[in-house]
């Protein structure tokens, strides 16, 4: 009895499994067949369009620097010199280090004025649309000319930073910024922290506008304060705004490139090259194409790996 009992079992479960292969076999009805080719003639432009400008140029940056290509002339297939050449550079690796320096600290006042800057304008005050305007302009006008403009104004003698500042007794007026390392990365962490603050706080301020208006009205019933409603209620749900905000502005970081180019140029000596300005400077200067597109498949591997390891971090507290 038993031994039937488990015979049968088996028999109808092999049955079910071959049930299910026959209805996976069956054909797709016509109908579906429509829907299926014009689903693929709907994503066929984007497919051709990634394929020609990302995949293609990807593709080939990778050939290139296992070449010695030279720009202009024969070239050859040295496998990954380049890459070898490149832990013996250390202007290379010095852009590297400056890098993530600059990116650790421009990163975190970005993300605390533009939050700070959003809980301001959220709250509908008078002249809050002003501000908001006056505050996200920067943005708009753009680094390359605000660069051009600070550049200007950290002239010594009468730059208007100079100016103020020995006002207030804080630096002489003849402070040459762009010829001291230590300064020229300050004033430049001071722009690109007032340009990108305008930004993130629209874009927290995006996701503060979901946020249902009865969730703080239940927290002021429990008598929460100003910043328990902020740490219990909007922070939690601001977390992929915030999230996609820190992705916008290390990325960023990590790809500058104008305002150290028209800044310092890179000066005083190489102490402010960035990685992307060395990938110019090989590229265009010293035309060594092979050896520029080893850097940038560096570039492109390392902003992968920070990008992943970003989203893994947010997926673990969603989880």
Same mark, same amino acid.
């Given at each position: ?32 067949? /429509? ?19 990302? /995949? ?70 008078? $002249? ?30 009468? $730059? ?24 020229? &990365? ?50 939690? /749900? &601001? ?27 890179? $000066? ?45 971090? &947010? ?5």
């Amino acid at each position: 009895m038993a031994g039937g009992a488990i015979a049968g079992t088996e028999a109808r479960r092999h049955h079910g499994v071959a049930g299910e292969r026959v209805l996976r076999r069956v054909p797709r009805t016509r109908r579906e067949r /429509l829907e299926a080719r014009a689903g693929w003639t709907l994503v066929s432009p984007a497919i051709v369009m990634v394929a020609v400008f990302i /995949l293609f140029p990807l593709g080939f940056c990778v050939y290139i620097s296992l070449t010695n290509w030279p720009l202009i002339g024969p070239y050859h297939f040295i496998g990954f010199a380049n890459y070898t050449a490149l832990a013996h550079n250390s202007v290379f690796l010095q852009s590297i280090v400056f890098t993530l320096e600059y990116t650790a600290i421009v990163t975190v006042p970005i993300l605390v004025f533009g939050y700070l800057l959003a809980v301001f304008v959220r709250s509908n005050r008078p $002249g809050a649309s002003i501000f908001r305007t006056c505050v996200f302009l920067p943005y708009i006008v753009g680094l390359t000319t605000l660069s051009f403009l600070a550049e200007v104004e950290l002239q010594p003698g009468y $730059g208007t930073v100079n100016v103020v500042l020995s006002k207030l007794h804080l630096a002489s007026i003849n402070t040459v910024w762009v010829q001291n390392a230590n300064l020229a &990365l300050v004033a430049i962490c001071v722009l690109v922290v007032w340009l990108a603050s305008g930004f993130t706080m629209m874009l927290l301020l995006a996701g503060m506008q979901g946020i249902p208006e009865q969730l703080y009205e239940s927290a002021d019933v429990d008598g929460a304060t100003w910043w328990e409603k902020e740490r219990m209620v909007t922070i939690p /749900l &601001l977390r992929r705004s915030i999230a996609l905000s820190l992705i916008i502005s290390v990325v960023g970081s990590i790809l500058a490139f104008n305002q150290f180019y028209i800044i310092t140029d890179g $000066g005083p000596g190489t102490s402010t090259v960035s990685l992307v300005m060395e990938i110019y400077e090989t590229f265009n200067t010293a035309m060594h194409v092979g050896a520029a597109s080893a850097m940038a498949v560096v570039l492109i591997i390392v902003v992968g790996l920070i990008t992943f390891v970003q989203f893994r971090i &947010l997926r673990a507290d969603d989880v």
